[in-house]
């Protein structure tokens, strides 16, 4: 089979990081930042089948990946690029870390 050019499948985010799907079909959508120049807060977005969107949770410093877990909450590397080693702004003074957002 011949290969095929890539089609738009949704648009309009910003800073895309992570992307993953829940199993009622919705695509969920990190972001690492909101705002222009790479600045603001990480979100994480839900795109229905049918397109509606919905902002889940704001507020993340510097995400970097996102995945559903069997309880239903989301689990999100919050501080991805900060190191226990250097200093790092609050909430990000002790490096990377794991935040749960209730389903």
């Known amino acids: 089979m011949p290969a095929q050019a890539p089609t738009q499948f949704r648009c309009c985010f910003s800073f895309i990081i992570d992307i993953t799907f829940g199993s009622d079909g919705s695509l969920y959508v990190l972001q690492f930042a909101s705002l222009p120049g790479n600045t603001g807060p990480g979100e994480l977005w839900r795109v229905t089948p049918s397109g509606v969107r919905t902002l889940v949770a704001t507020g993340l410093f510097a995400p970097g990946s996102v995945t559903i877990g069997a309880d239903g909450a989301f689990y999100v590397s919050n501080c991805s690029i900060f190191s226990t080693t250097g200093p790092g702004p ?14």
């Open 90 to 103: 609050p909430p990000c003074n002790n490096g990377g870390q794991v935040v749960r957002i209730p389903g």
